[in-house]
C-alpha cells in the first residue's frame, strides 16, 4: 500500500517538473479528487474487479468510471472544433497534474484523451456508460461537467460547436441546459472573483452573487434565503460522501459552499436579510 501512495507522489513530482505552472483555476478541482486514485491503487478502487453493474455502481466503480469518462470527454470536446489549441492541451495537463496521477495513469489518461479526440469515438456510449454507473447520484455528474466544461472556458469562451457537444453530453447524463446555465454562470463568477465574493461588490460583482445563487435581483429576500439553502443542502459535503463521493472530491463540495455562502452573504448584507 504504501509503495503505490508513493508511487503516485513520485509521478506527481515529475508531472510538476514537466508542466508549466499549471492554471489556478484547478486549484479546487485537484483538490476534489486528489490522492484518491493514489488511494484508490492501493485499495484495488481503480481496477476492473468491481465489475459493471445495470442499477448504478459502487463508489469504487464510480471513480474508475469517472476517471475514464473525463479524458474521454475532454479529448472530444478539444477536438469538435476541429483542433486542439495548446490551451486544452495544458488544461488536460493540468488535472492529470492536480490530481496527483501515478506515471501509470498519466500515461492512461493520455491514451484516453487521444482516444476521444477520434471523430468516430461513440462519446453517446461512454456517457450512458457514466451515467448508469452514477444512478440516482445528480450532484456526481453535475461534478463531471463542471470539470468538462473547464475546456472550453480555458479559451475565455465556448464556441457553437463545443456548446452544442457539452448540451449533448449532459442531456445523456440528465443535467437539464438550466442547470448547464447556472453552472457556467457561477464557474465565470469565480474566475471574476478569484478565492471569493468582496463585500464591498460593485453592481456587477451583486450581479454575479446572484447568478451564483440561481437568482435574479428582483427576487424576494425568502426567495433568495430558499436559494441559499437549497444550493448548501444540495453541496453538503458530508451528504455527498455519504453518497459516494470519492474522499478526495469532499474539497469540490467544500469549496462551492464556501462560494455559496460568499455570494449570499453579500447579498444579505446589501439587503439586510436577517
Known sequence: MAKVSWAGKIGGGVLGLLLTGGNPIFAAIGALIGHQFDRGLSGGGLSRGAGYGLGGGAPAERKLVFFESVFLAMGHIAKVDGRVSEEEIQVARAIMHQWR???????????????????????????????TVCQHQPELLR??????????LANGSIDSAERDLLWRIAELLGVGRPEMAHLEAIMRARKSFGHGFDASANDNESD????????????????????????MNQNHPD???????????????IERTREIRSAYELLRDQRGIR
Open 143 to 152: 461534478t463531471f461537467m463542471e470539470v468538462l466544461m473547464e475546456m472550453p
Open 208 to 231: 454575479q452573487a446572484y447568478q451564483a445563487l440561481g437568482v435574479t435581483p428582483a427576487a424576494s429576500d425568502d426567495e433568495v434565503k430558499t436559494a441559499y439553502r437549497r444550493l
Open 101 to 131: 496521477l501515478g506515471p501509470k495513469e498519466v500515461h492512461k489518461a493520455i491514451e484516453l484523451f487521444s482516444r476521444g479526440k477520434r471523430t468516430d469515438f461513440p462519446i453517446d456510449v461512454q456517457m450512458q456508460r457514466l451515467a
Open 239 to 253: 451528504k455527498l460522501v455519504a453518497k459516494g463521493l470519492p474522499d478526495s472530491m469532499m474539497e469540490v463540495a
